[in-house]
């Protein structure tokens, strides 16, 4: 740290953190706010549709609120003190629970469903960070097994979801079979 490489490289590190973390998703938002009354035109939607084409009309903005919910839980949270960090995510993962119930933003109710369950998990995981920190303070007998166990638990999580998410996949591959074929007759009905 602090050598000549190390100043080298900073302004790179400088543009993409200005450049990726913070002017992207504002410049997003704000073209998302400066044309919300015509973002179902063909002309804007052709051209930036695809950013929320899978959200409701209610939530075109949801992918700048993801962008921004990850940057603040990845990136930002290391410049909160220790003690804090996990009280700090723990509020943001309800705030995002609290925005995905309320605007409801996803077309597809799995999709819905998917990320409700990666907002509690995610909550979970920070909620069991301040209990390990307070085991670790605590200094009991049996405090490695105590942290083993919420390590299996902690892990059998993340195993859950990534079943669950396979499970997502795997119905939304087949509803979208199902639409196909439906459509399918629908046109030999037709001709």
Same mark, same amino acid.
């Given at each position: !740290?602090?050598?000549?490489?190390?100043?080298?490289?900073?302004?790179?590190?400088?543009?993409?953190?200005?450049?990726? @973390?913070?002017?992207?998703?504002?410049?997003?938002?704000?073209?998302?706010?400066?044309h919300?009354?015509?973002?179902?035109?063909?002309?804007?939607?052709?051209?930036?549709?695809?950013?929320?084409?899978?959200?409701?009309?209610?939530?075109?903005?949801?992918?700048?609120?993801?962008?921004?919910?990850k940057m603040?839980?990845?990136g930002?949270?290391?410049?909160?003190?220790?003690?804090?960090r996990?009280?700090?995510?723990?509020?943001?993962?309800?705030?995002?629970? !609290?925005?995905?119930?309320?605007?409801?933003?996803?077309?597809?109710?799995?999709?819905?469903?998917?990320?409700?369950?990666?907002?509690?998990?995610?909550?979970?995981?920070?909620?069991?960070? @301040?209990?390990?920190?307070?085991?670790?303070?605590?200094?009991?007998p049996?405090?490695?097994?105590r942290v083993?166990?919420?390590? @299996?638990?902690?892990i059998?999580?993340?195993? !859950?979801?990534?079943?669950?998410?396979?499970? @997502?996949?795997?119905?939304?591959?087949?509803?979208?079979?199902?639409?196909?074929h439906?459509?399918?007759?629908?046109?030999?009905? !037709?001709?």
């Amino acid at each position: !740290c602090y050598g000549d490489s190390w100043y080298a490289f900073t302004p790179v590190v400088v543009i993409v953190l200005i450049g990726f @973390t913070v002017a992207l998703p504002l410049s997003i938002a704000l073209y998302l706010f400066v044309h919300r009354k015509e973002l179902y035109s063909t002309a804007v939607y052709q051209r930036v549709g695809f950013l929320y084409a899978p959200f409701n009309r209610s939530a075109p903005w949801w992918a700048v609120h993801d962008v921004v919910l990850k940057m603040l839980l990845t990136g930002m949270l290391i410049y909160v003190p220790e003690e804090e960090r996990a009280g700090i995510a723990i509020i943001l993962c309800m705030i995002a629970l !609290c925005n995905l119930n309320y605007f409801r933003p996803h077309k597809s109710l799995l999709l819905f469903w998917l990320s409700q369950l990666s907002f509690l998990i995610t909550s979970i995981k920070y909620v069991f960070a @301040t209990i390990l920190s307070a085991i670790d303070q605590d200094g009991s007998p049996g405090t490695t097994a105590r942290v083993l166990t919420i390590g @299996t638990f902690l892990i059998a999580l993340d195993v !859950c979801f990534i079943l669950v998410a396979i499970g @997502t996949i795997i119905a939304a591959g087949m509803l979208l079979r199902r639409k196909m074929h439906a459509q399918e007759v629908a046109r030999r009905d !037709c001709v």
